[in-house]
């Protein structure tokens, strides 16, 4: 990935592929609506 991007150090790394809590709250809803029906239980 750092050669793809152009990046010379992780620190480049972690600076752009962090996920924010609002964004990874978002995709959990998304993959949980898709394993089990609503109303289900895990």
Known sequence: MMA????????MARRYQHVTDGIRNTVAR?????????????
């Open 30 to 42: 998304q993959v949980d609506g898709l394993l089990w029906e609503e109303g289900e239980e895990p």
């Open 4 to 11: 793809i991007m152009g990046w010379s150090s992780s620190g």
